[in-house]
């Protein structure tokens, strides 16, 4: 049945909470893992689940996501698969940008018209998660559901962040509430798993991923011209309208990129012994753009729980609990720690560097030492540079960085000189 699906995976907003990463690229585009963007796992999953057919909504920042996804997927001439961009755009019908998930979807449908299908799956651009829509797809169908909504199994402590279902035996969602106070937490329990009762896992959280049949969608869509969000809006008008809305239970790994500190994390989480999101699983492919690269050159560099990326050269003395991504530049004696370096977007030889710079080279120096840090592409960090973020910092912005919640962001493109001191 998948080929009877359509999905729209949602662009983002400004991101603004994930600021200063996104002060040149929208959310979607950000580095993720060392070598791929975030909007690369919604299209991998969809692409896992044999779904071909997607389009990428997106308003904000969009130069870098359209140029990597232009760049990324292409398909046989022959086969019906594509992944279309569709960017917001004023029309007859519409003289505004997009202003919320459910608007967006709604000025996009036009562009789904000529194409024919049964479902349209949305998604959202900015998660990190491996699911097969299959599945998803086969309890939509078996529950005879007009919209299921995915939900994943949360503690007491989590569920006030999330829009929270209540779902009966049968699977179906008779109630919502957007992120509920804790006194009424109680009222919110929904039928789980013993395992995830035992884990005190027992209020479902919406992931923002949903599949609507098609006259569905369109009927909610045009009925409710002022209803601008999924989450907030059609939903609740949905399970009020006896729509027939289903939950689609997920017990694997599923985080929200919402902002720094969870940015920071997740990549962090990749350099465990055993992941939860799992990079290395032929199964669960993460796709992204091939660039030919050469393959890492490290000497005198001690590693421990580390993800280096292709075309990199470390002279480090030791990386530690850290992901270092594309064409990275490390000096020797230096020691980096529980950070995320993005790398760069090209590679600069010496004649380069001679000829256009007359600062230090792109990379990081000798002798620095960054702990707790994101560093953007395309810095130049001299020698004898400490970073070192902590809890004890507090939020903060300069021309070269940001802080936020103890974790220092050396800006995109930001230039340190030699013997500079930040956070400690």
């Given at each position: 049945?998948?080929?009877?699906v359509?999905?729209?995976?949602?662009?983002?907003?400004?991101?603004?909470?994930?600021?200063?990463?996104t002060?040149?690229?929208s959310?979607?585009?950000?580095p993720?893992?060392?070598?791929?963007?975030?909007?690369?796992?919604p299209i991998?999953?969809c692409l896992n689940s044999?779904?071909?057919?997607?389009?990428?909504?997106?308003?904000?920042?969009?130069?870098?996501?359209?140029?990597?996804?232009?760049n990324?997927?292409?398909?046989?001439?022959?086969?019906?698969?594509?992944?279309d961009?569709l960017?917001?755009?004023?029309?007859h019908?519409?003289?505004?940008w997009?202003?919320?998930t459910?608007?967006?979807v709604?000025?996009?449908?036009?562009?789904?018209?000529r194409?024919d299908?049964?479902?349209?799956?949305?998604?959202?651009g900015?998660?990190?998660?491996?699911?097969d829509?299959n599945?998803?797809?086969e309890e939509?169908i078996?529950?005879?559901?007009?919209?299921?909504?995915?939900?994943?199994?949360?503690?007491?402590?989590?569920?006030?962040?999330?829009?929270?279902?209540?779902?009966?035996?049968?699977?179906?969602?008779?109630?919502f509430?957007?992120k509920?106070?804790p006194?009424?937490?109680?009222?919110?329990e929904?039928e789980?798993?013993?395992e995830q009762?035992?884990?005190?896992?027992?209020?479902?959280?919406?992931?923002?991923?949903?599949i609507?049949?098609?006259q569905?969608i369109?009927?909610?869509l045009?009925?409710n011209?002022?209803?601008?969000?999924?989450?907030?809006?059609?939903?609740?008008?949905a399970?009020?309208?006896?729509?027939?809305?289903?939950?689609?239970?997920?017990?694997?790994?599923?985080t929200?990129?919402?902002?720094?500190?969870?940015?920071?994390?997740?990549?962090?989480?990749?350099t465990?012994?055993?992941?939860?999101?799992?990079?290395f699983?032929?199964?669960?492919?993460?796709y992204t753009r091939p660039?030919l690269?050469a393959?890492?050159k490290?000497?005198?560099?001690?590693?421990?729980h580390?993800?280096?990326?292709?075309?990199?050269i470390i002279n480090?003395?030791m990386l530690e609990?850290s992901i270092?991504?594309?064409?990275s530049?490390?000096?020797?004696g230096?020691v980096?720690?529980?950070?995320?370096?993005?790398?760069?977007?090209?590679?600069?030889?010496?004649?380069?560097?001679?000829?256009h710079?007359?600062?230090m080279?792109?990379g990081?120096g000798?002798?620095?030492?960054i702990?707790?840090a994101?560093?953007?592409?395309?810095c130049?960090?001299g020698?004898?540079?400490?970073?070192?973020?902590?809890?004890?910092?507090?939020?903060?912005?300069?021309?070269?960085?940001v802080?936020?919640?103890?974790i220092?962001?050396?800006?995109k493109?930001?230039?340190?000189?030699?013997?500079?001191?930040?956070?400690?």
């Open positions: 049945m998948v080929d009877r359509i999905s729209i995976i949602l662009g983002g907003g400004a991101g603004t909470r994930l600021y200063p990463l002060a040149e690229r959310k979607p585009a950000v993720i893992g060392g070598k791929y963007r975030l909007i690369d796992i991998s999953n044999k779904i071909k057919r997607m389009f990428v909504l997106t308003q904000f920042n969009s130069a870098s996501l359209n140029k990597h996804i232009k990324t997927y292409h398909f046989d001439h022959f086969g019906f698969g594509f992944v961009l960017a917001a755009e004023q029309t019908q519409s003289k505004d997009f202003q919320g459910a608007d967006a709604r000025q996009s449908l036009v562009h789904t018209k194409h299908f049964d479902f349209l799956l949305i998604l959202s900015d998660q990190l998660y491996q699911m829509f599945a998803m797809l939509h078996s529950k005879k559901a007009e919209v299921t909504v995915a939900t994943i199994p949360v503690k007491a402590a989590e569920a006030t962040s999330f829009g929270i279902m209540k779902v009966n035996k049968q699977g179906m969602i008779s109630s509430i957007e509920p106070d006194g009424v937490l109680g009222e919110w929904s789980v798993s013993d009762r035992a884990r005190g896992e027992v209020y479902l959280a919406s992931m923002g991923i949903y609507f049949n098609r569905t369109n009927q909610m045009q009925n011209p002022d209803s601008i969000d999924f989450g907030k809006e059609i939903i609740p008008l399970i009020d309208s006896n729509k027939g809305v289903a939950s689609y239970s997920y017990d694997g790994y599923w929200d990129i919402g902002n720094i500190k969870s940015f920071y994390e997740a990549n962090l989480s990749m465990d012994v055993i992941p939860e999101f799992d990079m699983n032929p199964q669960k492919r993460i660039r690269l393959p890492a490290i000497q005198y560099a001690m590693m421990s580390t993800i280096v990326a292709e075309a990199c480090a003395q609990r270092i991504g594309l064409r530049r490390i000096g020797e230096t980096i720690r529980r950070s995320i370096i993005m790398g760069n977007d090209f590679t600069e030889q010496m004649e380069m560097f001679r000829k710079h007359s600062t080279p792109l990081i000798r002798n620095c030492f702990e707790n994101i560093v953007d592409k395309n130049r960090i020698d004898n540079v400490i970073i070192r973020g902590s809890d004890t910092l507090e939020d903060t912005e300069t021309d070269q960085y802080i936020r919640d103890g220092i962001v050396v800006k493109g930001a230039v340190v000189e030699d013997g500079i001191r930040i956070g400690m």
